[in-house]
């Protein structure tokens, strides 16, 4: 496996690269699903491309996250299935794929 070494071009991008390091910020929020109250721990960053995702189709963070919770695979944790979600929309966006599966 190669490793790319290149050095970085200005401080801006030194400090982009060092924010990498950083231990992520992380919030526990409480949703309602299925009725029920949840809490979920998840990186802020996590969060924001939730909010993102559920404005893109028109639904509420709490109608986004009840979706997947209904759509996870049975023994996947729900965090880590909102993680891959997230992942994986914002992968296929960048592809130019229009169709997304949870």
């Given at each position: 496996?190669?490793?790319?070494?290149?050095?970085?071009?200005?401080?801006?991008?030194?400090?982009?690269?060092?924010?990498?390091?950083?231990?992520?910020?992380?919030?526990?929020?409480?949703?309602?699903?299925?009725?029920?109250?949840?809490?979920?721990?998840?990186?802020?960053?996590?969060w924001d491309g939730l909010k993102d995702i559920a404005k893109s189709q028109g639904k509420?963070?709490?109608?986004?996250?009840?979706?997947?919770?209904?759509?996870?695979?049975?023994?996947?944790?729900?965090?880590?299935?909102?993680?891959?979600?997230?992942?994986?929309?914002?992968?296929?966006?960048?592809a130019g794929a229009t169709t997304l599966v949870a």
């Amino acid at each position: 496996m190669k490793l790319d070494r290149r050095i970085p071009r200005s401080l801006d991008e030194m400090a982009d690269l060092s924010s990498l390091a950083a231990p992520p910020a992380v919030v526990t929020r409480s949703l309602t699903i299925g009725g029920r109250r949840a809490s979920l721990r998840l990186e802020a960053t996590i969060w924001d491309g939730l909010k993102d995702i559920a404005k893109s189709q028109g639904k509420s963070l709490e109608a986004l996250c009840a979706d997947i919770h209904d759509s996870r695979t049975e023994g996947i944790p729900f965090a880590t299935s909102v993680r891959v979600y997230v992942l994986n929309h914002f992968r296929r966006t960048a592809a130019g794929a229009t169709t997304l599966v949870a």
